[in-house]
């Protein structure tokens, strides 16, 4: 079975600051990975996903995630936060190919102070 | 297109009470997924739907939870006798069928138990 391990619990930045969340799985096959995020009031919307190809994938309001297959990451980044990037951010992971079973880290939670 | 809907979106009931949770996902989304997430924990995984059939439902807690998809569209998951344990934010989510395709949720219900 996959696991999916979310290395932060509770991040605050200032505005401006760089991001890095980091996230971990464990799973001994192909994957598909994600980053959903959740906005104070709002539904899971998903970020970005890496199904295959370029393990550098870009996803909305500035996000990239890098896949290192080595490593078994898929960390989240962008260089520069915007206090409307507060929100819990969560990772996720399916086996790829068929249906999707979607495992979830556990979600940090960011906080950005203007 | 509609997104993914959740109904009710908040529900408080006492111990023993029955609870019925609805799910429309989106219109052609022949899967349809129910996670739940117990406070400060990760979003799990309970069962998943391809139409009317039940494809994988491993994640289902116990016999007191009760998921059914009638004809294929809506989803209903019912929690009778609910228990204290039960409390926590039920999220469905759908996705069309065929290759790898990322799933869509719902704004969740929150479901309180006293």
């Known amino acids: 079975a996959q696991s999916v391990s979310q290395h932060n619990h509770h991040v605050i930045l200032s505005e401006a600051a760089s991001l890095e969340l980091g996230c971990n799985y464990s799973?001994?096959?192909?994957?598909?990975l994600f980053w959903y995020v959740q906005y104070p009031g709002q539904h899971l919307q998903l970020l970005l996903k890496y199904f295959s190809g370029d393990p550098l994938v870009k996803g909305i309001k500035g996000f990239e995630a890098e896949f290192i297959k080595s490593k078994f990451s898929f960390n989240l980044r962008k260089p520069s936060v915007q206090w409307s990037d507060t929100a819990e951010y969560f990772c996720a992971v399916s086996p790829s190919g068929g249906y999707q079973k979607v495992t979830f880290g556990t979600g940090t939670k960011l906080q950005v102070i203007p | 297109e509609a997104g993914v809907t959740q109904f009710p979106s908040h529900s408080v009931i006492e111990k023993g009470q029955t609870v019925t949770l609805r799910c429309d996902p989106i219109?052609?989304?022949?899967?349809l997924y129910w996670y739940r997430r117990v406070m400060g924990k990760e979003i799990k995984f309970l069962l998943h739907f391809v139409k009317e059939s039940k494809q994988d439902e491993s994640g289902m807690p116990n016999n007191r939870f009760l998921a059914e998809r009638t004809g294929g569209t809506y989803s209903t998951l019912k929690v009778q006798p609910a228990e204290l344990e039960d409390s926590g934010v039920y999220f469905c989510?759908?996705?069309?069928?065929?290759?790898?395709?990322?799933?869509?949720f719902g704004d969740g219900t929150r479901l309180s138990i006293l």
């Open positions: 989510a759908s996705s069309p069928l065929g290759g790898d395709q990322p799933q869509h």
């Open positions: 219109s052609g989304h022949d899967n």
């Open positions: 799973y001994g096959g192909t994957v598909n």
